[in-house]
């Protein structure tokens, strides 16, 4: 596909595209992002339109550290606790949103919490002390599509509708950061994402359930993360047309992607979306997934490879 034109460019240049109600494309460590000014409801209305993505469907407000994320989020106790341990990284905490914190109504799709997270990147950093406020971002991906983890995919999905684009290099946690709620007393899971659920559990204890929350999320849609050929799990070896995505020891070939020789989840989670983009380049019947385990972040792999294959969540 055709890359479209939007100019890769510097921290300082980005900055002032947002300053401007203009889009960016910014990496992170988990994924790269569709950025906009939190506070300006024309910037992310752009945001949803350049994604096809359904108005309903909050934004994670991106911010440089603990202290910024305290302006615009209440944390509690339990959320205070697992910042003090993850952050900055792949870890989104939904909290109430503090009245005037300068997250517009838009991008929390009219809620009274707000999902916040400092990335551990450091073109994300730059560009977040630039700008000087929060900055909201959806991965880059068309709705529907696997997020992008290099910027070459960043641009083929929403390129056309940004100003600037940063170049981060490849994402090296390849997943989407896990999302948990801390409203009620409990620490809920509200997707399953590049922070493993044990290590949180360490620091807070048994994680539950989404509760209410469940619907408020993209993430639990069917065919979320979808490329364009169908795709079918556990499967042990490719059938004839098909492309295949191995995990551990694996023959090689033309249509074999191997997520990971050595059978490391961490390594799979890395290449995950950018081998579902390549096996797709490749137009080929289906693709075949090697069956992965649910181990550490085997969990969040399968939850996308489950969407990506349509089953239901
Ligand atoms: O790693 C990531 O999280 C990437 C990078 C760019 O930071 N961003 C990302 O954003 O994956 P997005 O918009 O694709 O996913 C945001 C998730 C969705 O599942 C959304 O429903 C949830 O966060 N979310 C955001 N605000 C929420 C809220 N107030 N309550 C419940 N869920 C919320
Ligand atoms: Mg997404």
């Known amino acids: 596909m055709q890359a479209p034109h939007a100019a890769v460019t510097n921290v300082a240049g980005a900055a002032a595209i947002l300053r401007a109600g203009g889009l960016v494309i910014m990496p992170t460590e988990t994924v790269y992002g569709l950025a ?6 024309a910037a992310v209305a752009r945001i949803f339109e350049a994604k096809g993505r359904p108005r309903f469907n909050p934004l994670i407000a991106h911010v440089a550290d603990r202290g910024d994320a305290e302006r615009i989020a209440a944390l509690n106790p339990q959320a205070q606790a697992l910042a003090e341990a993850f952050w900055p990284g792949p870890l989104t905490i939904v909290a109430p949103a503090r ?4 997250v517009c109504d838009l991008a929390r799709a009219g809620l009274e919490t707000v999902a916040v997270r400092p990335p551990a990147h450091p073109v994300a950093q730059a560009l977040l002390a630039a700008f000087g406020g929060p900055i909201v971002a959806p991965s880059a991906n068309r709705s529907g599509r696997p997020s ?9 999905e929403t390129g056309a509708a940004v100003g600037a684009a940063l170049d981060g290099g490849p994402c090296n946690v390849g ?5 948990v709620a801390c409203l009620d007393g409990q620490v809920r899971l509200l997707r399953a994402g590049g922070l493993e659920r044990a290590r949180i559990e360490a620091v807070v204890g048994p994680l539950a359930g989404e509760g209410g929350h469940a619907g408020r999320s993209p ?4 065919l979320h993360y979808a490329p364009d050929a169908p795709v079918r799990l556990d499967a042990a070896a490719p059938r004839a047309g098909e492309a295949y995505l191995a995990f551990g020891p694996a023959p090689q070939g033309d249509l074999v992607w191997n997520l990971s020789s050595a059978g490391d989840v961490r390594e ?3 290449n995950l979306f950018a081998m579902l983009r390549a096996a797709d380049r490749a137009r080929p019947a289906a ?9 550490g972040l085997g969990e969040a792999i399968n939850d996308r490879l489950r969407r990506a294959a349509g089953y239901i969540g």
């Open 36 to 41: 906009g000014d939190a506070g300006d409801p």
């Open 99 to 102: 009245p005037g914190g300068g």
């Open 148 to 156: 992008p983890t290099t910027l070459a995919d960043a641009l083929e």
């Open 175 to 179: 997943l989407e950061s896990t999302v």
């Open 219 to 222: 993430g639990r849609t069917v």
């Open 268 to 270: 799979a989670a890395t």
């Open 287 to 295: 693709i075949a997934v090697a069956p992965i385990p649910e181990t």
